[in-house]
């Protein structure tokens, strides 16, 4: 089964708790459409798609823009290149998309996995936590998995994007939530995170809603005062903060 791929590159995680080099690896195809969160796109047919700051890995319409690997040595290679300059660096490996959980049952998927976690990389899958998956095997265990369940304000109804039943399987290994949040929707949001987190212990982190630099810095004051109010961790949205809109970074 080949793993389709948007992009690989060398960069610096921007969120989270892991703020350090990274290679990522943007699988494509997500469960979700996410329309609440407003970032537009035109696909190579002239149409323009609304979804999340990622639609190019999460719309079909992209497809023809993906890389198809038969061998996970192939991607191998390539990280390598986009990492020799950092030498000896013990780079993180963070896989996101899209949703990469939909490519759990793949060969290739799982051999990169095997193979990073045995060269001692901490490997992250950034996730909405909606596809199934089942953690059986001991290198799954030591995988961070950065679980970014989407809320009320993604647009998504509560039956597709509320997965509690592999939130339990999920936590098998390692993980932390991330909520993208806004003032807006707050209210409503911060009581789907109380459901969401109850009787589990985890870090929690509030991210704020910016698909750009203007939306970012917008929404950042409120968000650090709720983390503040809480007892939350706050993730700050670091490529966009430096990059703004601009892809591969």
């Known amino acids: 089964?080949?793993?389709?791929?948007?992009?690989?590159?060398a960069s610096l995680q921007g969120e989270g708790p892991?703020?350090?080099?990274?290679?990522?690896?943007?699988t494509a195809l997500c469960s979700l459409k996410c329309p609440g969160f407003c970032c537009k796109l035109k696909a190579p047919d002239g149409t323009i798609i609304q979804g999340c700051d990622t639609i190019r890995a999460v719309s079909p319409k992209f497809k023809s823009n993906w890389i198809y690997f038969e061998d996970f040595n192939d991607i191998l290679e390539v990280v390598r290149e986009k990492t020799k300059i950092w030498n000896k660096v013990n780079y993180d490996v963070v896989f996101t998309g899209g949703e990469p959980l939909l490519h759990w049952n793949n060969d290739i998927f799982q051999n990169l996995l095997k193979h990073f976690i045995t060269e001692n990389h901490k490997v992250?899958?950034?996730?909405?936590t909606t596809p199934n998956i089942k953690i059986s095997e001991d290198y799954q265990k030591e995988i961070i998995f950065s679980c970014s369940v989407k809320l009320s304000n993604s647009g998504e109804t509560r039956e597709k994007r509320l997965n509690f039943n592999n939130l339990d399987e999920i936590s098998k290994a390692n993980m932390y939530f991330k909520f993208v949040v806004n003032p807006k929707t707050w209210n409503n949001d911060f009581l789907e995170i109380k459901e969401i987190i109850k009787d589990r212990d985890c870090d929690v982190y509030l991210m704020p809603l910016g698909g750009n630099q203007e939306e970012l810095s917008q929404n950042t004051k409120f968000v650090v005062e709720k983390c503040i109010?809480?007892?939350?961790?706050?993730?700050?949205?670091?490529?966009?903060?430096?990059?703004?809109?601009?892809?591969?970074?």
């Not at 089964?1 to 590159?9: A, S, W, Y």
């Not at 992250?124 to 909405?128: A, L, Q, S, V």
């Not at 949205?237 to 892809?247: C, L, Q």
């Open 229 to 249: 109010e809480n007892g939350f961790c706050y993730s700050d949205r670091i490529h966009i903060r430096a990059f703004n809109t601009k892809e591969g970074v």
């Open 124 to 128: 992250t899958i950034e996730t909405n």
């Open 1 to 9: 089964m080949k793993l389709p791929v948007v992009e690989i590159f």
């Open 18 to 26: 892991r703020i350090r080099p990274a290679v990522f690896i943007r």
